[in-house]
């Protein structure tokens, strides 16, 4: 709508209260903040038609209003201290550290546990990790085209508690967040639970002692080094790219993925080449992996001892129409507008060593698996459809609107088997993870 | 007593302005574009808006848009801003949730 406003067209939007803080943030970031709203008590979705007319009538007066009065100036927008040093005094250091946690969490700038505070001594034995200078830019950060300067990157890696071996991976994933491809401002701001999946390949990752096996997606010791990156790129998202809960990110019930999800993929177990060779980086390479998923199942399978078999098993986790990515490729892609970029919906599935050796045994690759999957991995039209919009479908595929003819003809789950993507985590037991995906994952090499 | 010193972890940002535009003397005889995002329930509150500018109005002429890529919600691109901007006075929407 702020595209309409910039060509000389008065508009206004229906918005429910819940998300008028979210419409004037995301309105202000785009450079209109005062964009007239006509505000309804309860989003639309999930209400009848006669709720919805009641709804439009009762704000039809801010309708006419939004067309036809003069937009008011716009409304103040908070905006990130200019002090770019805080000071907190107590009765000691710890009082202290204390009143720290105390304020950032009135500002929004933590994510609930405590935070080791962002010393110019800690920070600075973080910069020294990269050839990067302080102030070299790496990214605007969407939502709020925050500027994510090596120093603000450093500061919020030591809040999460990253030593100096985690900057160059954070840096790699914020060139993952900020990739156009990557479309973050959906996934940031969104009422669904997005999640950033992070997967680490390459001896960087081992340098940092990522874990890839026992329990790598945590807690406990041995996923310290994984945890503490993963939260650095929740808080880099919080701080950098101003995701703050209840103003751009509109999430409705939260997840604990979004704390931290971060590992390594167990490389010396794969029978496989390294994930990140499938996405065309050298087998030596160094890489950071973001896909941004919703929620995780397990694949849990001892008896199986055949592919055909385990897959059947596998495909039940796929088959969930509620998880909201399992078939929406009847009624589109993801796309940015602005960079035009589409995005198919993937799924991430960590196959632990003992199920990838009874593929490996058989001949089977990351393809073959993908291929098999996608076959079994179906439900009928009239079970898929269930939870999406059908006008949205005519829209996006007109051409298979004979569907409705078929309502218990099987649909594949995913737009191609391309859709699946594959990598090796965990220890020895049949027990791996299907996370449902929220568009494409993206790569980035980990420099130097 | 102590004092704890940190650096702010909050980056600055990048500051976009656009300028609204100027509203419609009077909404009689124009052309209202109603964008739907295809989030469900939206065409039922264009619906019931356009039924009221009609009523209330005399000669609104009413366009129904779509955007030309998405998904769960569709979005309007350049293209789609240009065409509906030619085509139409003032635009009501459904994309805020």
Not at chain 2, 22 to 33: F, Q, Y
């Amino acid at each position: 709508m702020v595209e309409l406003e910039r060509r000389g067209i008065p508009t206004v939007l229906f918005t429910a209260q819940t998300f008028v803080h979210d419409a004037h943030r995301s309105a202000a970031s785009f450079g209109l903040a005062g964009l007239p709203l006509a505000v309804v008590p309860l989003p639309f979705t999930n209400q009848t038609p006669a709720d919805i007319h009641g709804m439009a009538e009762r704000a039809f007066d801010q309708v006419r209003a939004g067309l036809t009065r003069p937009v008011e100036a716009p409304k103040a927008v908070e905006r990130p201290p200019l002090d770019e040093r805080l000071r907190y005094d107590g009765d000691d250091l710890l009082d202290a550290w204390g009143r720290m946690q105390a304020d950032f969490l009135v500002r929004g700038w933590a994510d609930g546990f405590p935070l080791v505070p962002p010393t110019e001594r800690a920070v600075g034995a973080l910069l020294r990790s990269t050839r990067r200078g302080p102030g070299d830019v790496i990214a605007t950060l969407e939502p709020g085209f925050g500027i994510a300067t090596v120093e603000k990157l450093a500061i919020n890696a030591v809040m999460a508690g990253c030593g100096p071996e985690h900057l160059p991976l954070l840096i790699a994933a914020v060139r993952c967040l900020a990739e156009p491809k990557m479309y973050i401002r959906n996934k940031a701001m969104s009422t669904g639970p997005h999640a950033p999946l992070v997967l680490v390949n390459g001896p960087k990752g081992r340098a940092a002692s990522l874990n890839s096996g026992m329990c790598a997606l945590g807690p406990g010791a041995p996923s310290a080094s994984n945890t503490v990156l993963g939260r650095a790129v929740r808080l880099t998202m919080m701080n950098v790219g101003h995701t703050y809960v209840g103003v751009s990110d509109m999430d409705t019930i939260g997840s604990p993925l979004k704390y931290s999800l971060c590992c390594a993929e167990n490389e010396a177990e794969s029978p496989w080449e390294p994930y990140h060779v499938t996405r065309g980086f050298a087998p030596d390479a160094s890489t950071i992996t973001v896909h941004f998923v919703y929620g995780i199942c397990e694949l849990h399978d001892f008896r199986s001892t055949t592919p055909e078999h385990l897959v059947q098993v596998f495909a039940t986790a796929a088959n969930n129409v509620a998880q909201v990515g399992t078939g929406l490729w009847l009624i589109g892609r993801r796309a940015d507008p602005r960079s035009k970029t589409e995005e198919k919906e993937h799924n991430t599935l960590f196959v632990c060593p003992e199920h990838a050796q009874i593929f490996a045994k058989a001949g089977w690759g990351r393809r073959e698996i993908q291929a098999a999957l996608y076959r079994a991995a179906r439900l009928p039209f009239r079970t898929m459809i269930l939870n999406k919009e059908p006008k949205a479908m005519e829209v996006a595929h007109p051409e298979l609107a004979w569907l409705a003819d078929h309502p218990d003809l099987p649909v594949p789950i995913v737009e191609d088997p391309t859709c699946f993507d594959i990598a090796v985590v965990g220890a020895a037991a049949g027990r791996g993870a299907y996370f449902y995906g929220a568009g494409e994952p993206v790569t980035m090499p980990v420099e130097d | 007593m102590a004092r704890l010193e940190i650096l702010n972890p909050v980056a600055r940002t990048v500051e976009h302005s656009v300028k609204p535009a100027s509203r419609l003397a009077t909404l009689e005889g124009a052309t209202i574009g109603l964008y739907w995002n295809m989030k469900a329930g939206g065409d039922s509150a264009l619906d019931r808006t356009e039924a009221l500018l009609r009523e209330k109005f005399a000669g609104t002429k009413f366009r129904r848009y779509t955007g030309s890529v998405g998904w769960l919600m569709r979005h309007c691109t350049a293209e789609d801003a240009d065409r509906i901007a030619a085509e139409v006075d003032a635009v009501v929407g459904t994309t805020a949730d």
